[in-house]
């Protein structure tokens, strides 16, 4: 079955400083798919990424960069030099192929104070 | 460019009683996926729609039924109400023969006292 963990339940930061959410993952299938989405105090989820389970090259886009590693089977989420607006829960997820159900981890709740 | 929408936003009901809440996908997707989202919890998926047929369905019982109509649209209902059914309902739209990603609506707050 499949399942991701997200160990982290809540991460406290001042602005400025470096952030990690880690997001181990756990599937049977050689093809998957692993996702990033972000909801803000107001509900909606955005989506940040989405990685291949063949791709482990791993991706920066502005402040926002993640490591794929299938060895260890996990997916982490960097944010460089955080800022309140960063505020937010963030969710990792998992589909078996594309444009099916996303399994999503429980979410890791990230405060960033000024 | 239309983003995906739900209505309504807030709904308060009765146990027993029965719920409908409505998703219009994002301009040029054509499938649909409900979620259900617990207070501190990852939305879990009950079911998607595509070509106005239920095309994969989550560990949710028969209570959660839906339907797609021909602009692509979707409702959702749930029958015979009871506490635990509480929850954000979040609709998701997306391609199926695009890049996968799903995305999501500003959700419906189901209170059910």
């Known amino acids: 079955a499949q399942k991701v963990t997200q160990a982290q339940t809540e991460i406290s930061v001042v602005e400025k400083e470096d952030v990690t959410l880690d997001c181990v993952y756990e599937t049977r299938d050689t093809t998957y798919y692993l996702f990033w989405y972000k909801q803000p105090p107001s509900g909606e989820l955005v989506f940040l990424i989405r990685r291949n389970s063949f791709d482990e090259q791993n991706e920066i886009s502005g402040r926002y960069s993640w490591n794929f590693q299938k060895s260890t089977s996990s997916f982490n989420f960097t944010i460089t030099a955080s800022q309140v607006v960063d505020s937010a829960v963030y969710f990792c997820a998992l589909s078996e192929s594309l444009g099916t159900a996303l399994i999503f981890g429980k979410g890791t709740t990230l405060s960033v104070s000024s | 460019d239309a983003g995906v929408t739900q209505s309504p936003t807030h709904l308060i009901k009765t146990r027993g009683q029965q719920v409908t809440l409505r998703c219009s996908p994002k301009s040029g997707h054509d499938t649909v996926s409900w979620y259900q989202q617990a207070l501190g919890q990852g939305p879990q998926f009950i079911f998607q729609?595509?070509?106005?047929?239920?095309?994969q369905r989550g560990n949710f019982p028969d209570r959660f039924s839906g339907h797609q109509f021909p602009n692509y649209s979707s409702e959702l209902n749930v029958n015979a109400l009871l506490l635990g059914d509480s929850a954000l309902y979040l609709c998701?739209?997306?391609?199926?023969?695009?890049?996968?990603?799903?995305?999501f609506g500003p959700g419906t707050r189901l209170t059910v006292t």
């Open positions: 998701a739209s997306s391609l199926l023969t695009g890049t996968g990603e799903q995305y």
């Open positions: 729609y595509y070509e106005e047929e239920e095309r």
